[in-house]
């Protein structure tokens, strides 16, 4: 049988996506990561459950970049949905050790999804001194999250109804680290972020705020209208 999170160590987890990463670049696909992941080598301690990650690339649908990876790394495999209705299989990665096998699910995301951002490849972020994955870039990854927790607040479901108290600590964490390691200037990159993107930000920001007013000053510090 199968384990995911909570049993997963976040070593495993990062041996994961570096085994997407790998996978994808053998293939000639360049990408990034974002979500849990991404927020943990930044800097975020939560440990992530799963594994998100951007292929920068408009040559392939979701279900393509699936089957690369499961024919290029054998660790890789797909499952049909839970969701009878649904048209896509879900992607998982093999992991062993200590005769007890677990298994870490991996999301294969592309621009234009989920409103992600295409990222030019010198904008591509790295953290040399925890990991040399490939980051999106800090902002839109605080951006990315700041939307998940907007659309978890109003879902249907009650089970990503919840998700928002995630969003919020990740979203929190993200801040501090804003102000404290990286300097985060929402003008810099404002230069490549496409601008529906910005402007859909900062209504977002604005309703953050009116929740959480504390996290005002920091959104400040970045560069947006509270």
């Known amino acids: 049988m199968y384990h995911s999170y909570p049993g997963l160590r976040l070593d495993e987890v990062e041996s994961v996506a570096h085994a997407a990463v790998t996978a994808l670049l053998s293939a000639g696909i360049r990408s990034c990561l974002v979500g849990g992941m991404a927020c943990s080598i930044y800097g975020n301690p939560r440990v992530p459950s799963d ?56 999301d294969v995301l592309a621009p234009g999804i989920m409103n992600i951002p295409a990222v030019p490849p010198s904008r591509i972020a790295y953290r040399a001194s925890r990991s040399d994955l490939p980051l999106m870039p800090f902002l839109p990854l605080l951006l990315l999250k700041l939307q998940a927790w907007m659309d978890h607040r109003t879902a249907a479901k009650q089970y990503l109804v919840v998700k928002q108290y995630t969003d919020v600590r990740d979203i929190d964490e993200l801040l501090e680290l804003a102000a404290s390691e990286f300097n985060v200037d929402l003008k ?34 970045i560069g947006f209208n509270v």
């Open 51 to 106: 594994v998100d990650i951007v292929c920068l690339t408009d040559k392939h649908t979701q279900e393509e970049l699936k089957a690369i990876l499961v024919n290029k790394d054998s660790n890789f495999y797909t499952v049909a949905s839970k969701d009878p209705t649904a048209t896509y299989r879900v992607l998982w990665y093999r992991l062993s050790g200590l005769g007890r096998y677990k298994r870490c699910k991996v």
């Open 188 to 221: 810099a990159d404002r230069r490549w972020l496409p601008e529906s993107f910005v402007r859909a930000a900062a209504t977002r920001v604005k309703s953050y705020v009116r929740n959480y007013p504390d996290s005002a000053e920091h959104w400040k510090e």
